[in-house]
Structures are given as C-alpha cells and as structure tokens.
C-alpha cells in the first residue's frame, strides 16, 4: 500500500490537473465565442452602413455607392467580403474579386450565421438576411476571414497553457512541501516507534498535533501496561519459587525421617520432591538472567554474552569451563535482549549441565540471524529431543536432565518465526544447539 504521503501528493496533484484542464476548457472556449460576438458585431455595424449604401436605378435595379463602403472590402481577398442578392441579381465586393460565397436561405426577422470556406481557403463566418428598402426585398450577407482571430486565440491559448503548467508545478511543489510539514508528526512518531521497538526510549513523546494525541496516550499506555504486567509476572514467579523452596526442605526432611514408609515410597516421593526443586530452580535462573533486563531493548551478543556466562558460572562454580567465541564484530540482533537473553540462557545452560570441558558460540548475520551452541558432552538423545521440540510436547525435566529450558526457547525461536535444531557437534563430539531466525521480518 502507497503511503499517505503517496497517496495524498497522487490525489492533489490529479485534482490540480483536472482543474486547470476544465479551467482551460473555459477560458479557450469563452475567448472563442467572445471574439467570435466581437465579429458579429462588427459585422452587423457594416450590414447597416452597406444598407445606406444600397440604392436602385429607374429600372428598379440595385446599386452600391462606394463612399459608404469600407475601403477593406475593395482590396482582393481581404478577407472581408460582402452579397447582396435582389431576386436573380447578385452584388459582390470588389474584394471577392472573381470568386463567389454560397448564400444561405435567409429570413427577414433574424440574423442566420453560418460558416465556410472561402477564398484562398479562409474560414469564413457568415451573417445573412433579408431587409425592405424603398420597397424593394433584398438579402445581404457578409462574410469575415477568422483566420486572425483563430492566430491570436491560438497564440493566447498557447501562452496561457505555458503560464498555467508553471503555476500548476508551483502549486504541486508548494503542497508537497506543506504535506511532508504537516504529516512530519507522523514520521516523528514513526521513527520513535523504532526507538521504542528497540528500548532506546520508554514512551513517545506527547509533543504532536490535537488529532494524535489519543493515538500516542494509547500507545503509551500500552506500553507501560505491558511493562508492568511482565514485571509483575517475572516477579510473581521469582517469588512463587522463594515461596516453595522452604516447604519442599521441610518435605524432603519429613520424606528421610519417616520410618513407617517402605523404601519404594520413599523413593518414589523423594524424586518428585527433587523434581519439583529443580523446576523452582529453573525458574529462579530465568529471573536471575532476566531480572535487570530493560525491556524492548535489543540484544548485543558482543556485549551481553559475556555478562551472560558469568552469570551462569555462578550457578554452576565447581565447573570450570573454557568459552571459546566466533562471533561477528559489533552484532546487533533486531530481536527483543529479554527474549534472546533467555533463550541463550535456557541454551547455555543446557550445554554447561552436559558439557565436559569446553563450550564453543558461533554467532554472524545475514538475511536470517545463525547463533550455534556446541559442547563436548554426551550427544545422547538428539533425534528425540527434535521429534518431542518439532511436536511441541514439553519435556520433563527429569528425562535425560533436559526439560522445561528447551521447550522455552523452541517456543520463544518460534514467535520470531525461525528455527531451533539440535545434532551432534562435528566440532567437540558433543551436543550443538543452532538457532536460525529470519531477520527480514524484523527490520
């Protein structure tokens, strides 16, 4: 879809051009019939001085006295010409020389107009009728060249379409400026957007006309709605787990003291007691990893990875584990930093559980984002992970001691419509992570 800008300067610039189009139509055609009333005019004035000029002999024969006549109609093919018809006699001007006009039937209550082609091919505009002297019936008709009058309307339409594009380019290139001036609030919000989108900013700035007022409140509200309610929801499960940790010791230690209970049971309600503190140590984790993250704030694997891994040494400290990095200079991945901070998290995590000496991180950039996790460790299980993770199925935490972690970050590569694969390590032997994430979609 065309932008509004696109939109509305194709729209004006359509409606101007129309506009001086009928404009043009007019003018052209009211200057063409105002010379042409010009002309009858004047050619009705020279009708009635040819009348004064008209007399008849004894024989009752018409003749014209020249000292009436207007010297234009004596000079051949002037241009200006004149009939008069007296039952089978006909008097022509000096000025049609040898050539002759066909009359048209006229009346004796009004002028009758008509047009043709005269000599030397001129177009000629005609006024005949039939007038009573002494008398005596007559008809005269007179006949003017509009070649002049066409040349200068020609000329005038000529200079006034010239005059008329220029106008028409002022004015479309004046409401193009006073458009990208009036929609500049827009693109400002545009552009805060992206800061938004990316955590450069919190909120979009309040400074923008009447009409987008409500729209910027609104999404401002929203935002800050969001914000809270993550936070509330990472806190509420940070707490959740604070909360279960100390009734599931007094469990565990009631489980070990409890001498009535067969070894089965105890076994068996031991290893759920276990399983459960190793979801709630999970999610503590997660909100270590993600407690000081600001929200919308795009992801840094030059700058974040490594505050990332020491913060998951801490979890782990009697392992010690060489970090080998290939990571592209300077990678900025337009993906939200909680999100991928978790799911390097989750994946991290996994691969420092099971690895056992070295962890190498590959990371560059080009349609799609490739961030691959490889250990040393046991490769075991793979095809199973990728069939339950491609199903969607969660997996426990206590089968083969993957679980909850990896199902959040198959579901978090998945919101960014990408892929997350696990195979054998060609590299180290062990287990690879690989991430793919199409970047085109989040420009």
């Known amino acids: 879809m065309k932008s509004i800008q696109s939109r509305l300067v194709s729209g004006l610039i359509f409606s101007l051009i129309l506009v001086f189009l009928v404009l043009w139509l007019i003018v052209s055609h009211n200057i063409q019939n105002l010379s042409e009333q010009y002309i009858r005019t004047r050619i009705k004035h020279d009708i009635e001085n040819l009348i004064t000029a008209i007399s008849f002999n004894k024989d009752n024969s018409i003749q014209v006295n020249g000292k009436y006549i207007n010297p234009i109609y004596k000079r051949p093919f002037s241009g200006h010409y004149y009939l008069i018809k007296q039952n089978q006699t006909i008097v022509r001007s000096r000025s049609l020389w040898d050539q002759n006009l066909t009359i048209p039937a006229v009346s004796a209550n009004t002028y009758i107009e008509s047009h043709q082609i005269g000599p030397q091919n001129q177009p000629l505009i005609l006024l005949s009728r039939r007038f009573n002297k002494q008398n005596k019936q007559f008809s005269i008709t007179i006949a003017e060249d509009l070649t002049p009058v066409t040349t200068a309307i020609e000329t005038f339409t000529n200079y006034f379409s010239f005059i008329s594009v220029i106008i028409l380019t002022c004015l479309v290139l004046i409401q193009i400026i006073v458009l990208r001036s009036g929609l500049h609030p827009l693109r400002k919000i545009h552009s805060e957007l992206g ?249």
């Open 195 to 443: 800061q938004l989108e990316s955590g450069d900013i919190t909120s979009l700035s309040s400074d923008v006309p009447d009409e987008l007022q409500s729209v910027v409140k609104q999404i401002n509200q929203l935002s800050q709605a969001h914000h809270k309610r993550l936070k509330r929801s990472r806190d509420a499960l940070s707490d959740l787990s604070h909360a279960i940790k100390k009734p599931l010791t007094v469990l565990q230690q009631l489980s070990e003291s409890q001498t009535d209970l067969n070894s089965e049971s105890k076994h068996t309600l031991s290893t759920q007691i276990e399983s459960i503190q190793n979801i709630t140590d999970h999610i503590l984790k997660r909100a270590r990893v993600a407690g000081s993250i600001k929200q919308g704030e795009l992801y840094c694997i030059n700058n974040d990875l490594e505050l990332l891994i020491k913060t998951i040494r801490k979890m782990y400290p009697d392992k010690h584990i060489e970090i080998q990095t290939q990571l592209t200079d300077n990678l900025q991945i337009k993906v939200d930093r909680e999100d991928m901070l978790e799911l390097l998290g989750n994946l991290l995590d996994n691969a420092w559980k099971w690895t056992a000496t070295k962890i190498l991180i590959t990371a560059y950039q080009n349609k799609c984002l490739h961030i691959t996790i490889e250990d040393d460790g046991n490769s075991e299980n793979v095809d199973a992970l990728n069939e339950l993770i491609s199903r969607g199925t969660r997996l426990d935490e206590t089968v083969s001691g993957y679980g909850f972690g990896l199902a959040i970050s198959s579901d978090i590569v998945k919101d960014y419509n990408g892929t997350l694969n696990f195979s054998p390590s060609e590299i180290l032997g062990g287990f690879k992570s690989e991430i793919i994430i199409p970047m085109n979609e989040h420009e």
